[in-house]
């Protein structure tokens, strides 16, 4: 039996499509692959930071747990154990070594600047305390008072001024703001620079004139008028 011959729009209609068809094809597959890689890409990345925020929280609790040991330590001013820590106990070195990118070790960084202060190792309380970020509070302004501390005790006095003046500026209150602006005025009369240490003392009288410092910071500035 003779087949039937195909007719002719059908025969037209399965032929293979034109390059202009395949070119349109191709494009389309193309955009919807960027598309599809572009949005698992952006889900990996949140799926990735919401795993890491639940394992920084988690290794957050776990060096709060572990620094109540080197915090009783510093207490009791036994402040080389608070910084090697004994066995089974954990200093504050190795606890900023292990979780100094969260936000308790970030604490036992202050805390491990202050021991090295305690114990006069200079060096090391610098660079450790200039590793520390420090928060828009009482604690910020009183790490870089200690900052200040360790710059003056190394005669580095302009330096110390200026964190002094940074402790008076990160969290202002008529408490802690009036004596460290007079620490930095005299930071800086050591240094040498007379001109800003009398506007130190003119700030704490025009910001804080009913602070205790007030006075203080008069008697210091009729001295520098007089002084050749």
Sequence with gaps: MAE?????????????????VWATLWKRLQERRWTSILTIGLVVIVVGWVAFREYRNAKNEECIELMRFAEAYFRQDSFEKAIK?????????????????????NLCRLYLGL?????????????????????????????????????AENKEFEKAARYYEKA?????????????????????ELAKKPQKAEKLYKRL????????EANTAQKHLERLRFTP
């Design 4 to 20: 039937e011959p195909i007719p002719r729009s059908e025969a037209k209609s399965a032929s293979p499509p034109s390059e202009g």
């Design 85 to 105: 820590g004994t066995i089974g106990a954990p200093g504050f070195e190795q606890l900023v070594e292990e979780y100094g990118w969260t936000p308790a070790g």
């Design 115 to 151: 021991c090295y202060l305690k114990t006069r190792q200079v060096g090391p309380a610098i660079e450790v305390l200039s590793a520390y970020e420090p928060p828009d509070s009482y604690l910020g302004g009183a790490a870089y008072a200690a900052l200040a501390g360790a710059y």
């Design 168 to 188: 008076a500026s990160i969290h202002r209150n008529s408490q802690t703001s009036p004596p460290y602006l007079i620490q930095g005025a005299l930071a800086y």
């Design 205 to 212: 009288l025009e910001e804080y004139p009913l602070s205790n």
